[in-house]
């Protein structure tokens, strides 16, 4: 049992792979960053059809709206190590506040979950709708990155 | 209300984030990788536990079992767009084989889909039983990797 459990872990997904960042935490850096960057590839798909760029597809806007959606709603807790800020890690331009006492960061999700959800109802009904949904997404965002993520 | 969308999508999440990899599509290929990193650090605690080389803790498996599922449970489809492969762009080893005619990626898809619910079931219940659904998370990594990875 034990050989055929550590035979499997030899299959581990990612064994093998590099990571482009390094430091105590760059899996976890890495990986919330490309959550991070698979809620912009889908914001992006809505945003060009909120500012006409791209022809609105209630098809396509459902798409983007139900991944946004469900990104939203993973559990990245295991993501955000105490210490994994960018006084640690180079890579990453998380600030100290967010562990600091007080921060709000489970309000803060719940708020780009609420924004995902409702842009997940409006996006497929029309353009205006998606377009009516489009402030709450963008103010959830702002919310989390003014007070947690450093200038760029 | 133009005015307005526009003020909002100035801020998008990932502006003035850097992405670490260049190329035609490095949103999508920087998302996918991390997704799979955020399997992989999952993978990991469970794996650990698996291995003796960390405490059995149901609650704490728990998340990594519900993390994992809700992770292969998430449309990925739009980071996968046809050209994204490792001919095209060098931070990916994802072959072009992926985008074959007959590539049964969504056979693989619910493969893994279908063994991190069995592992959301096994987790939480008993050290045998995490280990027990290890294979079948290892064996779905590896049906897709063995077709769709360049070796490193």
């Known amino acids: 049992m034990k050989a055929l459990v550590i035979a499997t872990l030899g299959l581990l997904p990612l064994a093998g792979s590099a990571l482009a960042e390094e430091g105590p935490f760059a899996s976890q850096v890495e990986a919330r960053q490309g959550i991070m960057r698979y809620y912009a590839v889908n914001i992006g798909t809505l945003g060009a059809m909120a500012k006409g760029e791209a022809p609105y597809d209630a098809a396509a806007a459902k798409v983007a709206a139900d991944a946004l959606a469900g990104g939203a709603s993973l559990d990245t807790s295991m993501l955000w190590p105490k210490g994994s800020d960018k006084d640690a890690h180079p890579g990453t331009a998380a600030l100290p506040a967010l562990w600091a006492d007080g921060a709000d960061v489970g309000g803060k999700a719940k708020q780009l979950r609420d924004a995902a959800a409702a842009m997940q109802a409006a996006a497929p009904a029309g353009?205006?709708?998606?377009?009516?949904?489009?402030?709450?997404?963008?103010?959830?965002?702002?919310?989390c990155h003014k007070d947690f993520r450093a200038e760029s």
Do not use: I, W
């Open 127 to 143: 353009l205006d709708q998606l377009r009516g949904a489009m402030k709450g997404v963008g103010d959830a965002c702002a919310a």
